[in-house]
């Protein structure tokens, strides 16, 4: 890692307390990884910083040279990273997870997405958009309020890039909001989900709340369990 550093070439707003973190690898070749997988991520001095975290990589896995991690303000660590200056240096333990498209192939994806758990998704539509992909995929995205809808002026341009339908859902829309209200459930999926649905492989990420709402709204509409895929961003 110490060989392998990454400074800090920008640090960018997102919509919903979330803050991209883009890092340039500094005299080697960037890292290879999946689209959806994660990285151990350290800020400082040095690598042997005893603190470190987990952060999904948000950018295209198609560019090893610019590597992009987003992060949502919550606790002790991620609620100063806004501050973070140009320059610093990252270390990343990476790529692990299996949480990709890579690894699952099918003839269609639909990703179930709450909040920041748009990470690993808007890496795989990345990648999915430079790579050409023709496939269609369909992605629910639920936030309370459209403004803390993080990404949501680049899936509008992915949506003309891609064969790629979004359905955003707010739980705590304005009046004026047209787009779907609520959770995430079984009727709302039943109105969008292909005819070939039992065919395509289902990635969701966001609270464990909402796992387990739209695992049973899987279960629900007969979707075998084999094909859901799903990331947690909570560990111990
Ligand atoms: C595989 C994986 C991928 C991930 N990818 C991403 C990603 O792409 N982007 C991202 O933003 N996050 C991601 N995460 C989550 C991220 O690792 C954590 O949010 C981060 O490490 C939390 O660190 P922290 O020190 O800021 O929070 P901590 O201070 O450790 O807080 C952790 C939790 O405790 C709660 N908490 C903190 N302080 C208090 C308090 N005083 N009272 C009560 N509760 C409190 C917080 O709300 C939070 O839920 C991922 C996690 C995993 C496991």
Known sequence: MLRRPYPIEEVIKERGK??????????????????????WLKIGK????????????????????????????LGDFTSNIGEVSPGTRAYLDGPHGTFTVDRHKAPGYVFLVGGVGITPIISMLRTLADRQEKRPLLL????????????????EDLSRRLNLQVVYTLTDPEEKWEGER????????????PEN????????????????????????????????????????
């Open 18 to 39: 979330t803050w991209t973190l883009v890092l340039r690898p500094e005299g080697h070749t960037g890292m290879f990884f999946r689209p959806g997988q994660f990285a």
């Open 46 to 73: 040095s690598p042997f910083a005893v603190r470190e975290h987990p952060f999904s990589f948000s950018s295209s896995a198609m560019r090893r040279d610019r590597i992009e991690i987003s992060i949502k303000e």
């Open 140 to 155: 629910f995205y639920s936030n309370k309020t459209w403004e803390e809808m993080t990404f949501r002026e680049e899936l």
């Open 182 to 193: 609520g959770r995430i459930d079984s009727k709302m999926m039943a109105r969008y989900l």
């Open 197 to 236: 649905r039992v065919e395509c492989e289902y990635f969701i990420c966001g609270p464990d709340p909402l796992q387990m709402a739209v695992k049973r709204a899987l279960e629900e509409l007969g979707l075998p369990l084999e094909k859901v895929q799903s990331e947690s961003f909570n560990y111990i």
